[in-house]
Structure formats: structure tokens, C-alpha cells
T-cell receptor, first 116, second 112 residues
Framework: AQTVTQSQPEMSVQEAETVTLSCTYD???????LFWYKQPPSRQMILVIR??????QNATENRFSVNFQKAAKSFSLKISDSQLGDAAMYFC?????????????FGTGTRLKVLA | EAGVVQSPRYKIIEKKQPVAFWCNPI?????LYWYRQNLGQGPELLIR????????DSQLPKDRFSAERLKGVDSTLKIQPAELGDSAVYLC??????????FGSGTRLTVV
């Protein structure tokens, strides 16, 4: 069974600094997708970044980038130039890529605090 | 484009009472999902619809939970009777094919 593990329940970062959130996963599949979602107090899950496992290049979206290590099954999120609006729960998620299975497996989340 | 709309935002009920949640997905999204998120946890899938057909409901506690998706658009998730352990956030999401989900803001249910 696939699992997603986020070992950091809470992280803090000073405004304008860089922080890295960790995520590991377990799967026997070779092709899949990985995601980072942000959940602010409004509760809506917002897609931050997405990575296809077949792509070696790490995904980047403005201040957000990932370090995808397929062999190690590691998928960390780096937030550069942290802003107060980045404070939220961050969830790592896995999804197999084969057709017909769109079920996401989520980790338990990391609460990010941004200090002014 | 309007997002995924859920109502109500909050619901407080006494145990053994029924409760229903409503979800309006993004127009044209054929796949709809209901997730439950317990406090301090990530969301877990309850049921997935492809158009009006429930294609994955293996995690839905069928003794008390039911769901329907009318004409392949709006969906309703019902709990009857509610138990204390049902307190959670119920998230609805929709997607077009396999690209990615769009989530609603969820309904926070408190059973007292």
C-alpha cells in the first residue's frame, strides 16, 4: 500500500528566509504524481506545486521548488523569501498515474509558521 | 470561473441526528470526490464519482453514510445517525480527467 510521511508536525521560518518541508513516500509503482498542497485557515486546499515522477527535472513555481529524489522516495518543498501569507498547513500528496485511479494519498501535514 | 462550492461551512449537531452536506463542483468537471479530514490529519477519500456513478466507495461507512450525485453535477453526502467520531472537516473536490483536483472550502462538522 502506498503511504506518505511528513515527519515535521510544525516548522517556523523568519520572514524573507528559506524553509524546507520534508516528505517521504512509499510505493511500488514507477509512474506517479506528487503534489504539495497548502491549507490556510479558510480550509481550502490550494495546489502549490506538482511533480511527475517520470520527469527528472525538479518542478518550480515562483518562490516554491521541490527536491525530488525518486530513488530515495523523497519529495521536499523549499519556500524561498518566505512571506506572512505562506503561513498554513502544508500537505504532501501522492497519486498513481495509471488511468482509473485518481485517489490521492495525503500525509499528515506540516504547520508552517512565518515570524515577522 | 467559480470554484467548488460547499455548504454549509459549519454544522453543529447532537449525536444520533442526521446531517447533510452539499457540493457544487466546477462546471464540466466529470469527477467528484468527498474526503474526510480529521483534526491534525490529511484528507482521506470517502467516495469518488465519475459523472453520476460512484466508482470508488470502499472507504465510505455504508451503515451510516450515503451519497448521491444528481445528474452528474451536484452531490450530497449524508450521515444518519451521526456519531461523536464523525466530527471532522468534509471536503469536496472535482477534477477534469486526471490533471488535478480543485477543492472546496469544506464543511466543519461538530457532533456533540
Amino acid at each position: 500500500a502506498q503511504t506518505v510521511t511528513q515527519s515535521q508536525p510544525e516548522m517556523s521560518v523568519q520572514e524573507a528566509e528559506t524553509v524546507t518541508l520534508s516528505c517521504t513516500y512509499d510505493t511500488s509503482e514507477s509512474d506517479y504524481y506528487l503534489f504539495w498542497y497548502k491549507q490556510p485557515p479558510s480550509r481550502q486546499m490550494i495546489l502549490v506545486i506538482r511533480q511527475e515522477a517520470y520527469k527528472q527535472q525538479n518542478a518550480t513555481e515562483n518562490r516554491f521548488s521541490v527536491n525530488f529524489q525518486k530513488a530515495a522516495k523523497s519529495f521536499s518543498l523549499k519556500i524561498s523569501d518566505s512571506q506572512l501569507g505562506d503561513a498554513a498547513m502544508y500537505f504532501c500528496a501522492y497519486r498513481p498515474s495509471f488511468s482509473g485511479t485518481y485517489k490521492y494519498i495525503f500525509g499528515t501535514g506540516t504547520r508552517l509558521k512565518v515570524l515577522a | 470561473e467559480a470554484g467548488v462550492v460547499q455548504s454549509p461551512r459549519y454544522k453543529i449537531i447532537e449525536k444520533k441526528q442526521p446531517v447533510a452536506f452539499w457540493c457544487n463542483p466546477i462546471s464540466g468537471h466529470n469527477t467528484l470526490y468527498w474526503y474526510r479530514q480529521n483534526l491534525g490529519q490529511g484528507p482521506e477519500l470517502l467516495i469518488r464519482y465519475e459523472n453520476e456513478e460512484a466508482v470508488d466507495d470502499s472507504q465510505l461507512p455504508k451503515d451510516r453514510f450515503s451519497a448521491e450525485r444528481l445528474k452528474g453535477v451536484d452531490s450530497t453526502l449524508k450521515i444518519q445517525p451521526a456519531e461523536l467520531g464523525d466530527s471532522a472537516v468534509y471536503l469536496c473536490a472535482s477534477s477534469l480527467l486526471s490533471y488535478g483536483y480543485t477543492f472546496g472550502s469544506g464543511t466543519r462538522l461538530t457532533v456533540v
